[in-house]
T-cell receptor, first 112, second 116 residues
Framework: GNSVTQMEGPVTLSEEAFLTINCTYT??????LFWYVQYPGEGLQLLLK?????DKGSNKGFEATYRKETTSFHLEKGSVQVSDSAVYFC???????????FGAGTRLFVKA | DSGVTQTPKHLITATGQRVTLRCSPR?????VYWYQQSLDQGLQFLIQYYNGEERAKGNILERFSAQQFPDLHSELNLSSLELGDSALYFC???????????????FGEGSWLTVV
């Protein structure tokens, strides 16, 4: 079945450091891929998405490229801020549009 | 504000009791999802309803049940509660028309359930 695997956290970085959170997936067909973010005390919210191979999703300085050849959708940001401290979830939506599947989440701590 | 409303925000109850969590989806969204988030299990998909019908079922216990009403709001019923049921329960919604691959899900802020 479909699955999403994320790098385990927590990830601790200093402000202005480069961020990469790895995400790989297993899916039949051509899923859409998402990154969601959960700030402390809040629900998940969509950060960015990509719907086909080689698409790049971007938002708030974060980017991720849909790589079909490596079945990956790694999240990157060039310079993190303390306010980026949150839990990040990689997810995929299968071709039927049913039941978006989430990874386990990666907690990011950014120190000033 | 995602547009998904959940009540109550916090709930404390005793083992063996039953509770009902309520969710109002975003206006126009036909699909409602329920997720459980706990420290040890992460984010677990429980169940999805689409326009009143159950569409997909995940790791939902038999003690739990859900339904989606004609006005599209949904309720998650948790019965015979155990300490391990303490978690944050999220409702989410999406438009999710048939055949659409890109399906963005919008989450509510969650209902914190503490079983004592």
């Amino acid at each position: 079945g479909n699955s999403v695997t994320q790098m385990e956290g927590p990830v601790t970085l200093s402000e202005e450091a480069f961020l990469t959170i790895n995400c790989t997936y297993t899916a039949t067909g051509y899923p859409s891929l998402f990154w969601y973010v959960q700030y402390p005390g809040e629900g998940l919210q969509l950060l960015l998405k990509a719907t086909k191979a080689d698409d790049k999703g971007s938002n708030k300085g974060f980017e991720a490229t849909y790589r079909k050849e490596t079945t990956s959708f790694h999240l990157e940001k060039g310079s993190v801020q303390v306010s980026d401290s949150a839990v990040y979830f990689c997810a995929l939506s299968d071709t039927g549009g049913f039941k978006t599947i989430f990874g386990a989440g990666t907690r990011l701590f950014v120190k000033a | 504000d995602s547009g998904v409303t959940q009540t109550p925000k916090h709930l404390i109850t005793a083992t063996g009791q039953r509770v009902t969590l309520r969710c109002s989806p975003r206006s126009g969204d036909l699909s409602v999802y329920w997720y459980q988030q706990s420290l040890d299990q992460g984010l677990q998909f429980l169940i999805q309803y689409y326009n009143g019908e159950e569409r997909a079922k995940g790791n939902i216990l038999e003690r739990f049940s859900a339904q989606q009403f004609p006005d599209l709001h949904s309720e998650l019923n948790l019965s015979s509660l155990e300490l391990g049921d303490s978690a944050l329960y999220f409702c989410a919604s999406s438009v999710d028309p048939p055949g659409l691959v890109e399906n963005t899900i919008y989450f509510g802020e969650g209902s914190w359930l503490t079983v004592v």
